[in-house]
Nanobody, 124 residues
Framework: QVQLVESGGGLVQAGGSLRLSCAAS????????MGWFRQAPGKEREFVAA????????YYADSVKGRFTISREVAKNTVYLQMNSLKPEDTAVYYC????WGLGSAYEQAYDYWGQGTQVTVSS
């Protein structure tokens, strides 16, 4: 079992920044990937970013490229999502997820474990 706990969400004005954290505990693997997804009210959950744990390759949705940065701190088993230049359309519940066998994917089905989510609200 892998437990994922997100933190760092909140309310911010448009143009502002937030940093989300996701701490992983429990069973660990030498090669896996972590991802961030988000779900806005009335919309389906969508991919935001992913990172391969061993190599650190990163992947982003077009909507966040250049504004968001995913990173990991191996010693702390923690993945971060630095979000800059936030827009009202970034408002959503943000989830982190662990893909125990992959190198990073934009597909929900690739992920084995999910956190409980953290709310991000961007006011205009």
């Amino acid at each position: 079992q892998v437990q994922l706990v997100e933190s760092g969400g909140g309310l911010v004005q448009a143009g502002g920044s937030l940093r989300l954290s996701c701490a992983a505990s429990g069973r660990t693997f030498s090669s896996y990937a972590m991802g961030w997804f988000r779900q806005a009210p009335g919309k389906e959950r969508e991919f935001v970013a992913a990172i391969s744990w061993s190599v650190g390759n990163t992947y982003y949705a077009d909507s966040v490229k250049g504004r968001f940065t995913i990173s990991r701190e191996v010693a702390k088993n923690t993945v971060y999502l630095q979000m800059n230049s936030l827009k009202p359309e970034d408002t959503a519940v943000y989830y982190c997820a662990a893909d125990l066998w992959g190198l990073g994917s934009a597909y929900e089905q690739a992920y084995d474990y999910w956190g409980q989510g953290t709310q991000v609200t961007v006011s205009s």
